[in-house]
C-alpha cells in the first residue's frame, strides 16, 4: 500500500521556505513595518494580498479580524498582546485592519451563536454586537452584513485607539492606522473610512 503524501509537507518542498536563507531574493530577514489585524477566513491571506515579502508585515489574525477593548486586566488577551508587541517593541510604523466582505464570523455575529461553537466564538463576536443595534439605514445596494463588515472594521479602529500607547504614538504623527476591506468576487481593495464611507482603493 502506497503511503499518501501529506500535502503541507510536499507544499513546503516545493516552496521557497525549504530553501537556505542565503539563496533566498531577501537574504536579510526584515523588520516589519506594518502591522496586519486580520481575519483567519482561509480566503484572507494579508502577505498576498500586499504583495509583501515575508518579514514585511507583522500579522495578527482572529475571527472576524477584530481589536478588542483595551483590557489590560491580567487574563490572556492574545491579538491584545501581539499588538503591544508590534506597537511597543517592533515599533511598527502603520497598523492595517483588514476585513473582508463574505466574513464568516460577522455572519456568526448576526446569525446568533453557532450551536457547536459557543465556548469562545460566541463571547468573542459578541463583542462587537453593539454594531447591529447602531445600524439603522442600509444603503443602497449594500446588505446587511456587508455594512456590519464596515461597522466591525470601524469598532476595531475605534478599540485600537483605546491603547494609550497606539493613542500616544498616533498623537505624535509616529504611527498610521488604516481600515481596507477586501473584496475577493471583485478583486477590489476599499477603504473604509471613519465617517461611513466607502472609497475604492485603485
Ligand atoms: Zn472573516
Known amino acids: 500500500m502506497m503511503s499518501e503524501v501529506d500535502p503541507l509537507i510536499a507544499g513546503f518542498e516545493r516552496g521557497l521556505a525549504s530553501t537556505p536563507l542565503s539563496r533566498m531574493p531577501w537574504s536579510t530577514p526584515r523588520r516589519p513595518h506594518t502591522a496586519v489585524v486580520a481575519c483567519s477566513d482561509a480566503g484572507v491571506d494579508p502577505e498576498r494580498l ?42 511598527v510604523r502603520r497598523v492595517v485592519l483588514l476585513g473582508h466582505l463574505g466574513c464568516d464570523g460577522v455572519h456568526a455575529m448576526i446569525n446568533g451563536p453557532l450551536k457547536n461553537a459557543q465556548d469562545f466564538v460566541f463571547p468573542w463576536m459578541e463583542q462587537a454586537e453593539t454594531v447591529i443595534w447602531n445600524l439603522h439605514r442600509l444603503e443602497p445596494g449594500r446588505s446587511v452584513q456587508d455594512q456590519l463588515e464596515d461597522d466591525v472594521l470601524r469598532l476595531s479602529y475605534a478599540n485600537l485607539l483605546g491603547f494609550p500607547w497606539v493613542r500616544d504614538r498616533v498623537s505624535s504623527g509616529s504611527l498610521k492606522i488604516d481600515a481596507f476591506k477586501h473584496d475577493a468576487k471583485r478583486s477590489r481593495l476599499i477603504v473604509v473610512t471613519l465617517d461611513g464611507r466607502q472609497i475604492a482603493a485603485d
Open 50 to 91: 500586499f504583495d509583501a515579502s515575508p518579514g514585511e508585515l507583522y500579522v495578527i489574525r482572529n475571527l472576524g479580524g477584530l481589536v478588542p477593548e483595551y483590557a489590560p486586566d491580567g487574563g490572556c488577551h492574545g491579538t491584545s498582546a501581539a499588538l503591544e508587541y508590534a506597537v511597543r517593541v517592533l515599533k
